[in-house]
């Protein structure tokens, strides 16, 4: 991170872990220009391993088991990086329609170095939150982009990172009433604060936090929100503060043991399914919905609406939760698993270093990157569905696309030593997929 004037100010990995916990003080998070902020949450990508590295072994020593699945945290993972590349081509749309209303429209300019600025800033960055993630879940359409953050039948630091794509090209709109009298500046450190505190609710290890569970959103209150429970359904939907939930009366306490995922679980490990499917379901609504008007509702209204039914739908509707759901959980070999964790290194070393690299790159380079990660994330969610041999042949057209690319010198890790062992893993990878092809041709043949 640069030092000099105009350029994003230097943060200290205490500073850094800290802002995870929404405990960084107004003098050491306040800044005069935008350009002065810190990329908080790329800088939290180490803490966020560690801590996950931490779950498991509490969650270990606590249950004598591991707080998730390989198939699901790669799932998750995937979809965390798949919504992060959109802002390595563009800046955010957060950020530019709030600069936009700022610059011309702004009533007053508070300022930025108030602690009052301050506080006034993260009431108000978490209330529009609260509004935003409350639409979220009543308004069909917005719903398909967020359901992905529900996708998840564990409960564990990986889901924090599910995030979906389209989201943030609605969320945008709450924050606009902010850029009329609040600094970009102050804001944008507030956007990051909001969302890097969410990370570590997404727990199962801690249980409850005495006095502070009136005020903050914690793990117990989040763990309900992610339930399928009926008593679970649209509640606690507060990101730092749960004193929007208890004022609009959407506050709910964990109660009976929370089953997590959708009503009507998609099944997929596959990141673009899981982005997709339901747009695809609300097109396929909307046709076979008959009346203009209906159409509309299909749209607008929640995600459980039917025609002659109320806006949210029938709560008798939901399905009943036994306690003894299965989570969707394909057969892997072992083996399979490991090679999968072994590639998602390598793609999570190519992710970090483009991010890094991304200011001196050509855009037709980063497209390429981007491509290349959009694939291998793609076949990793095959992989871990065991859908063969869809699964085998993307893989050896994804392990021999890298290494044409890689001798380009178009891909980079960040560890120049590792280059020629990548090379190696992915032509035993590329060769080891052909077998397996070969053998499945040969097999076929002789049973014809």
């Not at 599910?162 to 850029?179: C, D, E, G, H």
């Not at 609040?182 to 909001?194: E, K």
């Not at 270093?353 to 855009?363: N, W, Y």
Request: include cysteine; proline fraction near 6%.
């Amino acid at each position: 991170v640069g030092t000099e004037a105009g350029g994003p100010r230097a943060t200290t990995p205490g500073q850094q872990l800290r802002a995870l916990f929404y405990v960084l003080p107004p003098g050491e998070s306040s800044f005069r220009t935008l350009e002065e902020v810190p990329d908080y949450v790329e800088k939290s990508i180490p803490f966020f391993i560690a801590f996950i590295g931490l779950e498991f072994v509490v969650s270990w020593v606590q249950k004598r088991k591991p707080s998730g699945r390989i198939n699901d945290g790669i799932s998750s993972l995937s979809l965390g990086i798949l919504s992060r590349l959109p802002d390595v081509l563009f800046r955010s749309v957060e950020l530019i329609s709030y600069i936009y209303v700022w610059n011309n429209y702004r009533l007053l300019e508070l300022p930025w170095d108030s602690q009052w600025t301050w506080i006034l800033t993260l009431l108000g960055v978490d209330f529009a939150y609260y509004w935003f993630h409350r639409v979220s879940h009543e308004v069909n359409i917005l719903w398909a982009a967020h359901q992905v953050h529900h996708s998840s039948e564990d409960y564990n630091l990986f889901t924090a990172l599910r995030q979906s794509v389209l989201q943030k090209y609605t969320s945008w709109i709450f924050n606009l009433p902010m850029a009329l009298f609040i600094p970009p500046s102050v804001f944008a450190v507030h956007l990051q604060f909001n969302l890097l505190y969410q990370f570590w609710i997404h727990t199962e290890v801690i249980t409850n936090l005495g006095p502070l569970e009136w005020i903050l959103n914690t793990p117990s209150h989040h763990r309900v929100h992610h339930g399928r429970n009926p008593y679970c359904i649209d509640k606690n939907y507060g990101g730092t503060l749960i004193i929007w939930d208890r004022i609009f009366g959407t506050f709910e306490p964990e109660d009976a043991k929370v089953v997590y995922g959708l009503t009507h679980p998609v099944n997929s490990f596959d990141p673009i399914m899981l982005q997709l499917r339901p747009l695809a379901h609300i097109w396929n609504m909307f046709w076979a919905t008959p009346g203009f008007c209906n159409k509309l509702s299909v749209i607008f209204k929640g995600p459980g609406w039917g025609p002659g039914k109320p806006r949210l739908g029938l709560p008798e509707e939901i399905p009943v939760v036994t306690g003894k759901e299965v989570p969707f959980n394909p057969s892997v070999p072992a083996i399979l698993n490991c090679y999968a964790v072994v590639h998602f290194a390598v793609i999570m070393d190519l992710y970090t270093e483009l991010l890094g690299a991304v200011m001196m790159l050509s855009q037709g380079t980063i497209l390429l990157r981007i491509g290349f990660i959009i694939l291998s994330l793609t076949s990793f969610g095959l992989l871990m569905e065991n859908r063969q041999p869809k699964a085998r042949i993307l893989e050896v057209i994804r392990c021999l696309v890298f290494i044409g690319v890689y001798k380009h010198g178009k891909l980079r890790s960040r560890f120049s030593s590792l280059g020629c062992a990548y090379e190696v893993l992915f032509v035993l990878s590329a060769a080891l997929w052909g077998i397996q092809i070969m053998k499945q041709i040969t097999s076929s043949k002789d049973k014809h």
